[in-house]
């Protein structure tokens, strides 16, 4: 009987010291993580911090890849827009100079045209406005371009071609 007891006293103390270590050892994984699995969390924080990052740099990429489109239309806009209100300043021009060699004509014959040339003095004068609109135009698309170009901007080009072309409405109305 006393090898029964002694047996079961032995099972008994280590069991609990088992239990005791086991104990401590999830303990210890629960509180205090092992180098391996340390490793780990900083291999996954690590690859996450490097996806956030590749992530902000393809924005990066992306914003000045569409930044550079948007400065290209503009400037396509420009060459384009410019190009047009020029052709309707020549076409107003060349209508002006076919007037002038109607009133030389007609005074050659005795008319008084002292007011039609009046209406031309005052169509060149308003020419002459609508080219330096249509150059400010042109000047402020340049320096946009050189800039980030944001809604405000785009609405200053806007205004000033708006602006251009009621200048050369104003100068074909005389």
């Known amino acids: 009987m006393k090898n029964t007891t002694t047996y079961f006293i032995i099972t008994v103390i280590f069991t609990l010291v088992f239990s005791l270590i086991v104990a401590n050892s999830a303990n210890a994984l629960v509180f205090a993580p092992t180098e391996q699995a340390k490793e780990k969390i900083n291999r ?13 740099q393809k924005t990066i990429e992306i914003k000045n890849a569409r930044q550079q489109k948007l400065f290209e239309r503009v400037a396509k806009y420009k060459v384009e827009v410019i190009e047009r209100l020029n052709n309707v300043i020549s076409k107003i021009e060349l209508n002006i100079i076919k007037v002038e060699d109607k009133i030389t004509k007609f005074e050659t014959k005795g008319a008084n045209l002292a007011e039609a040339k009046k209406f031309i003095v005052e169509s060149k004068a308003k020419i002459a406005i609508a080219k330096s609109k249509i150059t ?34 104003d100068a074909h109305a005389k």
């Not at 996954?44 to 902000?56: F, I």
């Not at 698309?141 to 200048?167: M, P, Y």
Request: cysteine-free; proline content about 0%; aromatic content about 2%.
């Open 44 to 56: 996954v924080t690590g690859t996450s911090t490097k996806m956030m990052e590749n992530k902000a």
């Open 136 to 169: 400010e135009l042109g000047v402020k698309i340049d320096s946009i371009i050189g800039d980030t170009i944001t809604f405000d901007s785009i609405q200053v080009i806007k205004n000033s071609a708006l602006e251009a072309r009621s200048a050369i409405i």
